[in-house]
């Protein structure tokens, strides 16, 4: 896109934010939607499942989004915005899942998928009372995030996750030099610059990016840890936690601890 910009005529004006997000945004929804129009009536035609899940956004609105489709092909079918005078009970559930369904179609759907909550199990019940044909099921996603949450809890692994924490805490913390030095290291090593991964949500699948690019820096680390610049070092105390908050503790002897982490001395 920036290189389609570059050949533009020098008097060309870009659109300005209003129309971006505004006429232009919803002229190319209309567009797409119009395109997507025979693949959509091709998925129904198959009879397909409803996937639904909520969540929060940046100004922490609660919205619920549906897609439905089959195995070929998922299409996104729009997002609720949970008003405070709603209640996200079995019921209000229901009520969304049952105007999509009617909205496209009773018989073209064969299956409901949603997380495993109470409220969500209670919405099963109903809906396949009211419609007999169709089957809820748990999304196979959701259930495989929770096992692995309840596999982070073993010790052994919680262990590794807290020393992983720990390295965390001084090479993303506020001092400066511990990422810095890991980096020019990196870079001389590998030809690239770059440096650890801090996974910004608690899910286990990010405590695993970061592990893998850990084991991937490992000669790395070790380099800076072994240094004179490293030993003259003093880290203080108060620093940025593994999980980013700047208000956290590090342990005085932060230093001594994560250098025998990654040289397998603890």
């Not at 797409?32 to 693949?39: C, D, K």
């Not at 009520?95 to 009617?102: N, P, S, V």
């Amino acid at each position: 896109m920036i290189a389609a910009l570059k050949t533009a005529h020098p008097s060309y004006k870009g659109p300005t934010r209003k129309n971006l997000h505004g006429v232009l945004l919803d002229q190319t929804t209309a567009r797409l939607q119009r395109e997507l129009g025979p693949l959509r009536e091709q998925i129904l035609n198959k009879t397909c499942s409803i996937v639904s899940d909520g969540w929060d956004n940046v100004v922490k609105d609660h919205l619920i989004n549906f897609l439905f489709g089959n195995p070929g092909c998922m299409l996104f079918d729009g997002t609720i915005k949970v008003a405070s005078s709603d209640s996200e009970n079995s019921e209000f559930i229901v009520e969304m899942m049952r105007q999509r369904i009617e909205k496209h179609g009773r018989l073209n759907f064969v299956q409901v998928v949603t997380d495993t909550c109470s409220t969500m199990k209670a919405a099963w019940r109903i809906l396949e009372k009211h419609y007999k044909w169709l089957t809820a099921t748990c999304c196979g996603t959701h259930v495989l995030s929770l096992e692995l949450k309840d596999f982070a809890k073993v010790p052994e692994v919680a262990n590794v996750i807290s020393k992983v924490g720990n390295v965390l805490s001084l090479f993303w913390g506020r001092s400066r030099w511990p990422r810095t030095k890991l980096r020019e290291t990196i870079a001389a090593n590998h030809g690239k610059e770059f440096g650890l991964y801090r996974a910004k949500q608690t899910r286990f699948a990010g405590k695993f990016r970061e592990m893998s690019r850990m084991l991937r820096v490992k000669t790395e680390l070790q380099q800076v840890v072994v240094t004179m610049e490293y030993a003259a070092h003093k880290f203080s105390c108060g620093g940025r936690s593994a999980i980013g908050d700047d208000d956290g503790e590090l342990d005085a002897d932060i230093g001594k601890k994560v250098k025998a982490i990654v040289l397998d001395d603890e």
